[in-house]
């Protein structure tokens, strides 16, 4: 206890000592003695971090104010980088401070620009409109943004910037501003990839964006695939039912086995898409991938679908992948769907009609069970 009250006095001299040291420091810059670059970049940190502390009374921080404003406008740029780094942080940092160094040169101004609280968005907007890259990527850096001031830097900002704003989540975005991401910068697939993964946007309209973008799906698909499985397949779909409809250019096969490919190479063509294929018509999706799924070309795929039996389906089948369920549902469609390949229309809305039809009326060969059972495992199929 005695070793306790011992150590007590010193500490308190010690925080009255601190407290008391802007005001000393401010006595000996008001006297002209200036130390040299090394000792004020120490005296710098020395009171940035007692005013950081939030003790100080209402005279003591006007006194730690002034030092630190002095510091601000130090000649030697180690000084300012110091204080910029002891203060970034500090949740008490005045405006005015704040905006002196985040108007100072690049490596001053950044951690101010990522952290500081103190800067208004009227702020942060003034110095992005100066088109300086790295300030305006630390700003892009920010743990929260604004819709105006990402709006700011989606529209002045160079494409790593824009890059970045997308890819904050703490970043407010307007739907309007990520189609201006991708007016911008339509032939990057970071860009698109970084909309794509946006939560606030609808995954319909990132997808709409990404179809109507410059670079062109095939290519997009190849460059960026680490998107989740469910948005690629939407994306997928979303492009057939856009060319059929005439407001994109029709997938080539060519393009269609590409974009396929490199899907199934990273895991993600999966049975549900599959399944869609099959249920929605899109005769060319399933060719496509089951060519991709068993390896061989389109002709041979097709010959194996529609020319070669029942038992020779079923082992080709098996030679892509799929599941028993997917077998099945595959097999109930073949015969309506070769008609097709035959030379006879394809009613898309008859078909579908007729294809749901089927499978409720086998659900049992399909999936035994009740029929719960078999619209839960439909609704997802084994990867």
Known sequence: MSEQRSHTPSK?????????APHAILNILDTGHRPDARARRSLAEFVAQIYAQNGLSAPEREAAIDVLHRFAHDTSLSVRRALAHCLANTPVL?????RKLAQDVTSVAEPILINALALTDEDLIAIIMQHD??????IAKRPALTQAVTHMLISQGTKPVVEQALQNKGAALHPDDAQRAADRFGQSAKVLSAIAKRHDLPANLAIDIILHASIGLETFIKKQIDLPPPFLENLVIRARDE?????????????????LRRINS???????LVLRAVILGDRDLLEAACAVRAEIGLVPARLQLYHRGPHALNKFLDQCGFSA???QVIALAVPTLRQSM?????????????????????FRTIAPGSPE???AQLLRLPD
Do not use: C, F
Not at 94 to 98: D, V, W
Not at 243 to 259: C, N, Q
Not at 342 to 360: F, H, K, M, N
């Open 12 to 20: 308190a001299k010690k925080a009255d000592k601190d407290r008391a």
């Open 94 to 98: 005045p405006a005015s401070l704040a």
């Open 133 to 138: 890259d790295r300030k305006q990527m630390a």
């Open 243 to 259: 060319a059929v409809l005439g407001r994109l250019d029709a997938l080539p096969e060519k393009t269609l086995l590409t974009i």
């Open 266 to 272: 990273k895991g993600h063509l999966r049975d549900s």
């Open 325 to 327: 369920m997917l077998e």
């Open 342 to 362: 035959e030379g006879a229309p394809l009613d898309t809305q008859q078909y579908q009609d007729v294809i749901i039809s089927r499978i409720v009326g086998n």
């Open 373 to 375: 059972t078999v619209i």
